[in-house]
Nanobody, 115 residues
Framework: QVQLVESGGGLVQAGGSLRLSCAAS???????????MGWYRQAPGKQRELAAT???????NYADSVKGRFTISRDNAKNTVYLQMSSLKPEDTAVYYC??????WGQGTQVTVSS
């Protein structure tokens, strides 16, 4: 089982930046199971959608809506995944969730971008 704890959400003006963190606690068994870490987001009234992923090899993928503005990274020594968000838009407003291998979820952190 994987435990994910997120932080870094908040309220920012359009054009601003936020850095989300996801601290992962993984069992020795989970280490061999996890392939991909990701950040998802869910806006009010909308389905949860993928924002960015990073594989165990460091390969990254981004939704078109965030490409060029968001950067996902990981610090293996700290067992932490980050999402650096820049040039934020009001449409980025959502609850952001950390995800491990599509199976485990963090508690979510609110990101609100005002115009």
């Amino acid at each position: 089982q994987v435990q994910l704890v997120e932080s870094g959400g908040g309220l920012v003006q359009a054009g601003g930046s936020l850095r989300l963190s996801c601290a992962a606690s993984m069992s020795i068994f989970s280490i061999f199971k996890i392939n991909t870490m990701g950040w998802y987001r869910q806006a009010p009234g909308k389905q949860r959608e993928l924002a960015a992923t990073i594989s165990s090899f460091g390969n990254t993928n981004y939704a078109d809506s965030v490409k060029g503005r968001f950067t996902i990274s990981r610090d293996n020594a700290k067992n932490t995944v980050y999402l650096q968000m820049s040039s934020l838009k009001p449409e980025d407003t959502a609850v952001y969730y950390c995800n491990a291998d599509g199976k485990y979820w963090g508690q979510g952190t609110q990101v609100t971008v005002s115009s």
